[in-house]
């Protein structure tokens, strides 16, 4: 019988989680089992106390080739109407507290831009190349691209991309701002997994709260943003780790956060 390798892999390294879309045949193009899977996990390692920050990433050749055209191409629209495609699985990442950093190498389409966009920190791979060709196939990017992209690079630059289907590579990326840093291929385990170790060592609850109150300024005015803001601070005074830092800054030690 053959053994049939998982369309994501699970590893923990320290305090991060890492997850690996794997399959590789088809770019890791994203079908019902792997984004069950991605979502499953995700919400596994939200879940697990010694966890504080979490990767995702892919192969050499693609982080992810979008959706899976083979999967889609026979659904009609009650299909997808009631199976409440997309909604049901894709977006289980947007109940993820903890920090995600998106590592990207090859190609990162359609789906699998978005996955990376709808992540909290994106790293490229000087190999990495972004596009949202949902258009060629006359479809749109219905996995948060349309909403998302002009929130990332604004709406001159999004609609460029969705109009025309332009791939884009990723120094172009990092001029637009769809992504945090640039580094070369062989460096992009090391400098994902730096940077996800150093997040995971500061205060998970300040993390969150943290991440919370960025996500915030996309979806409220600024007076709405900066109420929040100001109440999530307000609330890190009553954290133990808030006072530990502060007093580890003055006594000129590292602190030790318990994470409370
Ligand atoms: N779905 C299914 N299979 C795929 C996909 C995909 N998205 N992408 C690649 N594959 C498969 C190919 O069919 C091929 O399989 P096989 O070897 O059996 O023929 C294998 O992966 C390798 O692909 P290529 O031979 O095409 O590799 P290349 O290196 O020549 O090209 C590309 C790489 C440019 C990435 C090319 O594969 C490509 O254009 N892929 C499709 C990209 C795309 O259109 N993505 C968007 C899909 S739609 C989407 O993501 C919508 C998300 C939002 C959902 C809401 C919609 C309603």
């Known amino acids: 019988m053959p053994i049939t390798e998982p369309v994501v892999l699970i590893e923990t390294i320290g305090r991060v989680g890492v997850l690996t879309l794997n399959r590789p045949r088809q770019l890791n193009a994203l079908d019902d089992a792997l984004m069950d899977a991605l979502g499953a996990a995700l919400l596994d390692f939200d879940a697990n106390d010694t966890i504080g920050a979490i990767v995702i990433t892919g192969g050499d050749k693609a982080f992810a080739a979008g959706a899976d055209i083979s999967a889609m191409a026979h659904w009609s629209y009650m299909d997808v109407y009631r199976s409440d495609f997309i909604t049901?699985?894709?977006?289980?990442?947007?109940?993820?507290?903890?920090?995600?950093?998106?590592?990207?190498?090859?190609?990162?389409?359609?789906?699998?831009?978005?996955?990376?966009?709808?992540?909290?920190?994106?790293?490229?791979?000087?190999?990495?190349?972004?596009?949202?060709?949902?258009?060629?196939?006359?479809?749109?990017?219905?996995?948060g691209g349309t909403?998302?992209?002009?929130?990332?690079?604004?709406?001159?630059?999004?609609?460029?991309?969705?109009?025309?289907?332009?791939?884009?590579?990723?120094?172009?990326?990092?001029?637009?701002?769809?992504?945090?840093?640039?580094?070369?291929?062989e460096k992009l385990r090391e400098e994902s997994h730096?940077?996800?170790?150093?997040?995971?060592?500061?205060?998970?609850?300040?993390?969150?709260?943290?991440k919370e109150a960025v996500n915030r300024a996309w979806e409220a005015s600024l007076s709405e943003?900066?109420?929040?803001?100001?109440?999530?601070?307000?609330?890190?005074?009553?954290?133990?780790?808030?006072?530990?830092?502060?007093?580890?800054?003055?006594?000129?030690?590292?602190?030790?956060?318990?994470?409370?």
């Open 88 to 143: 049901r699985n894709w977006e289980t990442i947007r109940k993820v507290r903890k920090p995600v950093i998106a590592a990207v190498a090859g190609v990162a389409m359609g789906g699998g831009c978005e996955l990376a966009l709808a992540c909290d920190i994106v790293i490229a791979a000087e190999s990495a190349r972004f596009g949202l060709p949902e258009i060629k196939l006359a479809l749109l990017p219905g996995a």
């Open 147 to 185: 909403q998302r992209l002009p929130r990332a690079i604004g709406k001159a630059k999004a609609m460029d991309m969705c109009l025309s289907a332009r791939v884009i590579d990723a120094t172009e990326a990092d001029r637009f701002g769809l992504v945090s840093r640039v580094v070369p291929d």
């Open 194 to 210: 730096a940077l996800a170790a150093r997040v995971a060592g500061f205060s998970l609850p300040a993390l969150m709260a943290l």
């Open 225 to 260: 943003g900066i109420g929040f803001e100001r109440r999530q601070l307000h609330a890190r005074f009553a954290s133990e780790d808030a006072h530990e830092g502060m007093k580890a800054f003055l006594e000129k030690r590292l602190p030790d956060f318990t994470h409370r």
